[in-house]
């Protein structure tokens, strides 16, 4: 039962995170979608008749119309190298260089960062809390426990402190050197839970306490995300807007 009620959790939480990247990634895609759209079919209408006026462009427009001459020519090169800088990515990714680097990469975002250290504690924290509470040794626990975090830079942050708690430490001050797991005030809670030989309950309740949190979080960050890519996206289009209407501004004085 114990095992059961892990993994709905652990389900119910990857899909709370993935549902909250799905909206900006869709938005993301649209963005690129308009971009090529104005850089393939609409700049080159303008570019016709800015070629009949003779006259020096602003830097804005040459800038635009530079941009729509390249992904119009070697559009098929620049998505052909794309992919293949794509395949040599993943490639490397899948290797154990590769996913320490990611990871690392993604524990240092200012928003992302936080959010995966505190869903590896969430998840470091019910396994141990469910093992213990199974009558499993905290040694062993901790091991099985650091495994199922899924950051191997994290995981090897763990396994530091897992050496001081073979060697008679307590647990609470071991986690202490984890910094990007453990704050104060979680670890002042694992040290009274330890005295006081409840630390597997206590554990379930911060795991729980967690993802709570980082539900909330996960909303105010997509709520954040909506409006900055909405952004984004005008900021794009309007450029454009701008570098096309300029030029237009002048056409009568270049025709007189």
């Given at each position: 039962n114990q095992i059961a009620d892990f993994q709905m959790r652990e389900k119910e939480l990857k899909g709370k995170v993935m549902t909250a990247m799905l909206y900006p990634a869709i938005l993301l895609f649209l963005a690129l979608g308009v971009l090529a759209f104005l850089l393939v079919f609409f700049i080159p209408k303008f570019q016709t008749i800015f070629a009949g006026i003779g006259a020096e462009l602003p830097l804005l427009t040459r800038i635009i119309i530079g941009a729509s001459d390249i992904i119009r020519n070697?559009?098929?090169?620049?998505?052909?190298?794309?992919?293949?800088?794509?395949?040599?990515?993943?490639?490397?990714?899948?290797?154990?260089?590769?996913q320490r680097s990611k990871e690392m990469i993604l524990l240092r975002l200012p928003i992302m960062g936080p959010l995966v250290a505190k869903y590896a504690m969430a998840r470091f924290c019910r396994m141990l809390g469910t093992l213990l509470g199974s009558g499993v040794a905290l040694i062993n626990s901790l091991s099985v426990a650091a495994r199922a975090i899924g950051n191997q830079v994290l995981t090897d942050a763990i396994n530091e402190s897992i050496e001081g708690v073979k060697q008679g430490k307590s647990l609470a001050p071991c986690l202490g050197k984890c910094k990007e797991l453990f704050v104060g005030s979680t670890l002042e809670m694992i040290a009274v839970a330890e005295e006081s030989s409840r630390?597997?309950?206590?554990?379930?309740?911060?795991?729980?306490?967690?993802?709570?949190?980082?539900?909330?979080?996960?909303?105010?960050?997509?709520?954040?995300?909506?409006?900055?890519?909405?952004?984004?996206?005008?900021?794009?289009?309007?450029?454009?807007?701008?570098g096309m209407v300029i030029p237009i501004f002048s056409l009568q004085d270049h025709i007189k």
């Open positions: 070697y559009g098929l090169f620049v998505a052909a190298a794309v992919a293949v800088a794509t395949v040599f990515i993943r490639k490397w990714l899948a290797t154990e260089s590769g630390l597997d309950e206590e554990l379930v309740r911060i795991s729980e306490v967690t993802e709570s949190d980082l539900d909330r979080q996960l909303k105010t960050a997509v709520a954040l995300t909506e409006p900055l890519m909405l952004f984004f996206i005008a900021a794009f289009v309007g450029t454009i807007f701008l």
